[in-house]
Structure formats: structure tokens, C-alpha cells
């Protein structure tokens, strides 16, 4: 038995082959990335950037996954634990330049990955607490004292 069984992968969805860089969807990723599920989804529909759309999408995908497979959950329950914005192949074409020349324009594609996971006892920002800013640990330790 391998020590990584034990390990809960959570629920995932995938969505390949976008046309769109990485290099402009990823800070987009970086805004929901361990959001809870419902927060999640309202700053990626008020965005207006191609990506927030394409990662949507998936967010919803990966969620009901996770609804279809466990009935217990709801949607309140759930948190985006993890978004990877992988490099896909490139697109080559040919652009058609001044004086009889030529250059080759790469239409970037990328691969998103989503993994939701439910919080622990239903709580909607247990995944925001587990990670705490630097700012927020001194004024805590601060506050100990």
C-alpha cells in the first residue's frame, strides 16, 4: 500500500486545449485560489477578462463533480483548494508582414486544472485561515501579548 492512498485528492476537473496565454490567465487563478466556492464564482463573473470566463467554467465543472459524487455536500460547503494553469501547445501561423516578408504568430493554448474540496465542519473561509498573511500573523502575535 502506498503512504499517498491516505491522502484525500478532493474533486477536480480539467479543461484542455484553450486558446488563451497562461501568462494572462494565471493572475486571474490567483484571485480565486482557496476562495470559497460561492465567492469564487462571483468575482469571476464580474471580471471581465477571457480567462475569468474560461476558469468559470471549469470552477463550475470541478463543483459539480464534487455534488454529483457526494450528496451530502452543498455548494456553501465546497472551497477552491487548487488552480494550475499549465502550458499547452502552441498554435504557428503565418503573419503576413511589409515588403513580402513574413513572421510566425503563436497562438498560446493552456490546460486548467481545478480541485475543489469541502471545508472542515461547513465553515465558508476555512481554506482563506489556513493561510494567513504576514501582516496578519504579527498583529495576531501582537494581540496574544
Known amino acids: 500500500m502506498n503512504k499517498n492512498e491516505n491522502i484525500k485528492i478532493g474533486y477536480r476537473a480539467v479543461s484542455k486545449y484553450l486558446i488563451g496565454s497562461p501568462f494572462k490567465i ?36 470541478a463543483a459539480s463533480n ?9 455548494e456553501d460547503m465546497l472551497y477552491v483548494r487548487d488552480i494550475y494553469i499549465d502550458e499547452g501547445p502552441r498554435l504557428k501561423r503565418l503573419w503576413c508582414r511589409g515588403r513580402g516578408r513574413a513572421d510566425m504568430q503563436l497562438k498560446r493554448m493552456c ?3 481545478v480541485v475543489v474540496d469541502e471545508t472542515s465542519s461547513g465553515v465558508g473561509t476555512a481554506a482563506a485561515s489556513k493561510v494567513q498573511r504576514p501582516a496578519a500573523k504579527a498583529a495576531s502575535k501582537k494581540a496574544a501579548k
Open 26 to 61: 494565471r493572475p486571474v487563478a490567483d484571485l480565486v485560489r482557496r476562495r470559497s466556492y460561492p465567492e469564487a464564482m462571483s468575482v469571476l463573473e464580474n471580471m471581465p477578462h477571457k480567462g475569468a470566463r474560461l476558469i468559470r467554467k471549469t470552477v463550475k465543472s
Open 66 to 74: 464534487a455534488l454529483a459524487d457526494n450528496k451530502k455536500l452543498d
Open 111 to 113: 490546460h486548467i486544472t
